[in-house]
């Protein structure tokens, strides 16, 4: 059996391009990205500032699908290749810490309180092949 080909049928466009941002100056960054098809839509703009081994960032976005969000960041960088990082947001505080050896292995530790008070820890660790 051979049917016609329906030339009356909805035509979907589809688009999953976007736009994406920054400008920095000194010790300054802004940066803000969009994108978006026919089934969700993302925009979030995010400032920071890098001195002395830190750096600060805040974050606010929107989402079709979960809403707005507002996130803040602290990280400082220590000697030997290890960092600190506090994070903030709605959902979760969390603490962490990054260790890069010599060899090129990632070791990190994290600590973090959910919306609900509830603690958890976690740990990883990667070598490259």
Do not use: C, W
């Amino acid at each position: 059996m051979i049917r016609s080909l329906d030339t009356k049928m909805k035509r979907t466009k589809y688009n999953n391009g976007g736009l994406h941002t920054s400008y920095s100056k000194g010790i300054f960054s802004v940066e803000g990205s969009a994108v978006g098809n026919q089934n969700q839509r993302t925009s979030s703009a995010t400032a920071s500032v890098n001195t002395k081994g830190f750096k600060a960032s805040a974050s606010r976005g929107v989402d079709s699908s979960s809403g707005k969000s507002t996130n803040y960041s602290l990280q400082k960088q220590l000697p030997n290749n290890s960092s600190v990082t506090a994070q903030k947001n709605k959902y979760k505080t969390s603490a962490s810490y990054h260790k890069q050896t010599k060899g090129g292995t990632n070791l990190q530790f994290g600590l973090n309180k959910d919306a609900q008070g509830v603690f958890g820890v976690s740990m990883g660790f990667s070598k490259p092949l």
